[in-house]
């Protein structure tokens, strides 16, 4: 079974440019998540799709980011303008419904300079 | 007050030693408890997952919950310098429930000495 699929792997931008990360999950699996992973801490989560609906987006800074899933399969987060603050791993996950083991992408590793 | 806590560390052990990881709750709704591992530069590993107080065994390790305390463990029996990384509680509330968001814990770096 493959698993989650992010890119890019990695991504150096200047502060108030913009950047966008996508993610293909499991196949089947209607819940995908995006969480941001700062250096030291446990993933935070921003948003959680569940097919092509938002479930949560509480904590998504929404006058900069953005997320989309588009036909219920792939996820595109999008940072608009980034911020020193934002350089951090973006995570992807998916789980087969709501809640249960989540599987986790390699992440993009994101600096912001 | 976080809902999920978790001793950051770095825990560093000898090689064969017991490893005890845990992790307090505040959220009583939570139902689902998840341990991770990470690797330097990987995405997390779902390493265990219960629903229920008590322990549950898979090879070296054993994941134990106690609800009354909100309190659940990771326990690693023989470690390996393979083990070494970063483990991740998590936890959610009811499956199949819109509220059902994964929350995760700080994680603790654990260093396994050869």
């Known amino acids: 079974e493959a698993g989650v699929a992010q890119s890019p792997r990695y991504k150096i931008i200047e502060k108030r440019q913009s950047v966008a990360f996508w993610c293909n999950p499991i196949?089947?699996?209607?819940?995908l998540y995006w969480y941001q992973q700062i250096l030291g801490q446990g993933p935070k989560l921003l948003i959680q799709?569940?097919?092509?609906?938002?479930?949560?987006d509480s904590q998504l800074p929404k006058d900069r980011f953005s997320a989309e899933r588009l036909k219920g399969v792939d996820s595109t987060l999008k940072i608009q303008p980034a911020k020193l603050e934002d350089s951090a791993v973006y995570l992807c996950?998916?789980?087969?419904?709501?809640?249960?083991?989540?599987?986790f992408g390699q992440g993009t590793r994101l600096t912001v300079v | 007050q976080k809902e999920v806590e978790q001793d950051p560390g770095p825990l560093s052990v000898p090689e064969g030693a017991i490893v005890s990881l845990n992790c307090t709750y505040s959220?009583?709704?939570?139902?689902?408890f998840m341990w991770y591992r990470q690797y330097s530069r990987k995405g997390p590993e779902l390493l265990m997952y219960?629903?229920?107080?008590g322990n549950k065994e898979d090879g070296r390790f054993t994941a134990q919950v106690d609800k009354s305390s909100k309190y659940i463990s990771l326990f690693i029996r023989d470690s390996q310098p393979s083990d070494s990384a970063t483990y991740l509680c998590?936890?959610?509330?009811?499956?199949?429930?819109?509220?059902?968001?994964?929350?995760f814990g700080s994680g603790t770096r654990l260093s396994i000495r050869p």
């Open positions: 219960t629903y229920s107080s």
């Open positions: 998590a936890m959610s509330p009811p499956l199949y429930s819109s509220a059902s968001k994964i929350i």
């Open positions: 799709f569940q097919n092509n609906g938002v479930v949560d």
């Open positions: 959220n009583s709704a939570f139902q689902y």
């Open positions: 996950a998916s789980s087969l419904d709501y809640g249960g083991e989540a599987f």
């Open positions: 196949s089947g699996h209607a819940t």
